[in-house]
């Protein structure tokens, strides 16, 4: 089913944007494991809406509701299952949507897909609300990667034209990753971010949508770690991060640039250093034939502008067969990419947790 994610950790979203409630079921956990509610709260509240002018003024609490799963606060081996209900929509702002597809969304391709049964509201289960279930299970997933001394943070690489400053592909430290998750606008470059938040507030005051960049660090992996041909890393975390709404696009490494590149360049040197093998350089972003090189994992994923935007667009009213302007109304991010970042962290969780723990080296 297209909802269920992993081969060893079997995860399955469910719900609607505006059904009662939506939620996930984490099947595979480890017994005896005490999820730290804290942690996961906080990745919860970095995704939720209505923080700042920069997102969507909804509002919901998103308090998970654990159903099953946990005796006495522990993983106790039966599949996890939490939910979060949906506190504050607005379904009549979708009236007009039912028929009338808005541009750049899934509206038409799921109007066609389940002959026009679809829930339109709030995007239905193309909704980018479905990323706070995925976000509990990979806050759930990172602490296990911890305890693996695996750890993972990223931070806005671009927005628009706007560029933070890169991560360091080969001298990264846990604490620069820590020092992201608890920022307001995760950032490198302050003053960059200062930038990209003017630029994001000018956009939303022409009615319009930006798009941009989340850039992702992993440090701690083995060497080894995966799979050759179908199930490498690149293939997993990629399926698991085209889960996330408006994603476009992931490259690892120097990605792209690799094609402009030569042997010569892209080739990164071995040499031992306290008596571990690492690289001088780090292009193929810490991956080497699908397996964990032992250097930092890097990786990057572009999002689309927010499709719902209130400028006037050329549609098509599919009741009548005739063609339409729309203007959307409603509540919706100018841009999705600050909110994006603890969904990226988390999707590159859940994917390496499963492969770690089918891991047969």
């Excluded at 899934?106 to 609300?129: E, Q």
């Excluded at 960049?213 to 085209?242: H, K």
């Excluded at 009213?317 to 005739?322: A, I, R």
Aim: proline residues 7%; charged residues 25%.
């Amino acid at each position: 089913m297209s909802s269920d994610f992993g081969k060893h950790l079997r995860i399955q979203l469910f719900g609607q944007s505006h059904s009662e409630a939506l939620g996930v079921v984490i099947d595979g956990l480890p017994s005896g494991v005490e999820p730290d509610m804290d942690r996961i709260l906080h990745w919860l509240k970095r995704r939720a809406p209505g923080g700042s002018a920069l997102s969507s003024p909804r509002k919901e609490p998103d308090l998970p509701e654990i159903l099953s799963g946990l005796a006495e606060g522990k993983t106790c081996g039966a599949p996890l299952c939490a939910i979060f209900r949906n506190k504050d929509t607005r379904s009549e702002d979708y009236d007009a949507l039912k028929h009338i597809p808005r541009p750049g969304h899934a509206d038409y391709t799921a109007y066609m897909k389940t002959g026009g049964a679809n829930d339109i509201r709030g995007g239905g289960h193309f909704s980018a609300r479905l990323t706070a279930p995925l976000v509990f299970a990979g806050a759930l997933c990172a602490q296990l990667l911890e305890e693996k001394d695996i750890f993972l943070g990223a931070h806005i690489r671009s927005i628009g034209p706007l560029e933070d400053r890169p991560f360091d592909p080969v001298h990264i430290m846990r604490k620069e990753l820590d020092t992201l998750k608890i920022a307001d606008f995760p950032v490198l470059d302050p003053t960059a971010g200062h930038k990209m938040k003017d630029y994001i507030l000018e956009t939303a005051a022409r009615k319009d949508s930006v798009g941009g960049i989340v850039e992702c660090c992993v440090l701690g992996l083995p060497p080894g770690l995966g799979e050759p041909i179908f199930d490498g890393l690149e293939n997993r975390i990629s399926a698991a991060v085209f889960g996330i709404p408006a994603v476009k696009g992931i490259e690892f490494g120097d990605g792209f640039e690799t094609a402009r590149s030569t042997g010569s360049v892209n080739n990164d040197a071995f040499f031992y250093e306290a008596g571990q093998v690492r690289t001088k350089t780090n292009h193929n972003g810490g991956i080497l034939g699908g397996l964990a090189s032992g250097m930092p994992l890097i990786f990057r994923a572009a999002f689309k502008p927010t499709p719902s935007i209130g400028l006037p667009q050329d549609s098509v009213d599919l009741s009548t067969g005739q063609n339409t302007t729309l203007t959307v109304k409603g509540r919706h991010d100018p841009c999705v990419v600050p909110r994006a970042v603890p969904c990226v962290e988390a999707a590159a969780a859940i994917a390496l947790y499963d492969l770690c723990l089918g891991d047969r080296r």
